[in-house]
T-cell receptor, first 116, second 112 residues
């Protein structure tokens, strides 16, 4: 079965640079979520999209932005990168539908971002 | 901010033994989900239990949910070395919408 695809798997950047992370959800899933997991930490919600519209926003810095495109893939754009942005970034997708929640979220393998 | 606390933080058992992990949360929920994460890898969905359910089984996994105590437990029976991973509970719903709020995780080590 198709899973959530994230690219790149690893990314090394320097401070103040920009980065773009990509996510391809499971086909026919209508909702995409982004999470950040720092070293030894639990994942923290950043932002989500339902049917290409932003549906919820968490602890996402103003330096970050995201969007979901017509083909349902999503991109997380990060600017003015800081050392503290080093983390695993996960994308997840689910089939929420009009009924709302109670659907499992399926996670990609993540992008490991390292800031030098 | 963390919704849940998990205990224990770390658990080491012998292959064949059972492992029990507990999770507590603070707000009302629609469901609670358990995920497994191997080191540095993605989160694998294990099981989802809705707020109106009390117990659910999937293979060697058994999950309970007590909404009056705002707690859940994950039992892995007849553990295997391949079960070695971190296990997270995550809640969805209530005032949090459909995003997941994760607990702190339990690191399980199963000795062969």
């Amino acid at each position: 079965a198709a899973g959530v695809i994230q690219s790149p798997r690893h990314l090394i950047k320097e401070k103040r640079e920009t980065a773009t992370l990509k996510c391809y959800p499971i086909p026919r899933h209508d909702t995409v979520y982004w999470y950040q997991q720092g070293p030894g930490q639990d994942p923290q919600f950043l932002i989500s999209f339902y049917e290409k519209m932003q549906s919820d926003k968490g602890s996402i810095p103003d330096r970050f932005s995201a969007q979901q495109f017509s083909d349902y893939h999503s991109e997380l754009n990060m600017s003015s990168l800081e050392l503290g942005d080093s983390a695993l970034y996960f994308c997840a997708s689910s089939l929420r539908g009009a009924g709302g929640s109670n659907q499992p979220q399926h996670f990609g393998d993540g992008t490991r971002l390292s800031i030098l | 901010s963390q919704q849940g606390e998990e205990d224990p933080q770390a658990l080491s058992i012998q292959e064949g033994e059972n492992a029990t992990m507990n999770c507590s949360y603070k707000t009302s929920i629609n469901n609670l989900q358990w995920y497994r994460q191997n080191s540095g890898r993605g989160l694998v969905h294990l099981i989802l239990i809705r707020s109106n359910e009390r117990e659910k089984h999937s293979g060697r996994l058994r999950v309970t949910l007590d909404t009056s105590k705002k707690s859940s437990s994950l039992l892995i029976t007849a553990s295997r070395a391949a079960d070695t991973a971190s296990y997270f509970c995550a809640t969805e719903g209530g005032s949090s919408g459909d995003k997941l709020t994760f607990g702190t995780g339990t690191r399980l080590a199963v000795r062969p």
